[in-house]
């Protein structure tokens, strides 16, 4: 279980393949010095379980499903990641709770910024636009962060820019005719998170992980039994 308030931003060392899978090794110095062989450490908002440890780097197994289902399937050696330990029992909830279970992934179709902080517009998976409520609670990439703005419950169907396809001029901002079809919501960075996390260095194209809040999870699948017709395949 982790809290989305990241502590360190680590980087990907080296990439090993493991049957269908991968070995990462990440070098995160405070996350790594006291590291002990099976405990859990979210990276970029998966929770990974180590399984060696240096002074300054940790190793971990990803299989197959997490590489499809999560963005760190692109990553490369050099990536930066950000990167969180379990939150020990007793210990402030900073942010919300996370378990580092990828819902999906979305990708930045707009950066807004501002004086002293930065707006990130990201795709949502139509599967996870229900989820998702303003001044709800989201992990971005395992950040906690709160939702400033969402999409209509029915999303323009235009002929904006597409996902991935948008370019980024100095400003920061999309270039072209402006929001796209489909569901998206935003987040507004602070610039504490902008300097602690990879969130401050995203650009338009990226794809970032995404975790839903577990609560909203559970309701939506006590809602779809209640659904069911009575005698009903469940």
Same mark, same amino acid.
């Given at each position: ?5 990241? =502590? ?14 991968? !070995? ?55 990536? &930066? ?30 950066? !807004? ?10 795709? +949502? ?5 229900? +989820? ?13 962060? $709160? ?6 419950? $029915? ?24 929001? !796209? ?7 507004? +960075? ?10 401050? $260095?995203?650009?338009?194209?990226? !794809? ?6 577990? +609560?909203? &999870?559970?309701? =939506? ?8 017709? =009575?005698?009903?395949?469940?």
């Amino acid at each position: 279980m982790f809290t989305g308030i990241i =502590e360190e931003i680590g980087e990907i060392t080296a990439i090993a393949e493991s049957g269908d899978g991968w !070995r990462l090794t990440v070098r995160a110095p405070k996350a790594a010095a006291d590291a002990v062989h099976g405990e859990s450490i979210a990276v970029s908002g998966v929770c990974l379980t180590v399984v060696g440890s240096t002074a300054e780097t940790f190793d971990a197994d990803v299989m197959k499903q997490t590489l499809d289902v999560a963005a760190l399937g692109a990553a490369t050696v050099g990536t &930066r990641v950000n990167i969180e330990k379990a939150m020990p029992v007793g210990a402030r909830l900073g942010g919300h709770i996370v378990q580092g279970h990828v819902d999906g992934t979305g990708v930045v179709l707009e950066v !807004r910024p501002g004086a002293q902080w930065s707006v990130l517009r990201i795709s +949502l998976p139509d599967d996870l636009a229900p +989820l998702v409520v303003d001044k709800g609670s989201i992990s971005v990439d395992g950040t906690s962060l $709160t939702v400033s703005a969402v999409s209509p419950s $029915t999303p323009s169907t235009g002929s904006g820019t597409q996902e991935g396809s948008g370019t980024q001029e100095g400003s920061g901002t999309l270039e072209g005719s402006g929001t !796209r079809g489909g569901h998206w919501f935003e987040v507004s +960075l602070i610039p504490e998170t902008l300097a602690a996390t990879t969130l401050g $260095t995203r650009v338009v194209g990226d !794809r970032v992980n995404l975790e839903t809040d577990i +609560l909203a &999870r559970h309701v =939506e699948r006590l809602l779809a039994f209640r659904a069911a017709p =009575e005698g009903g395949s469940r």
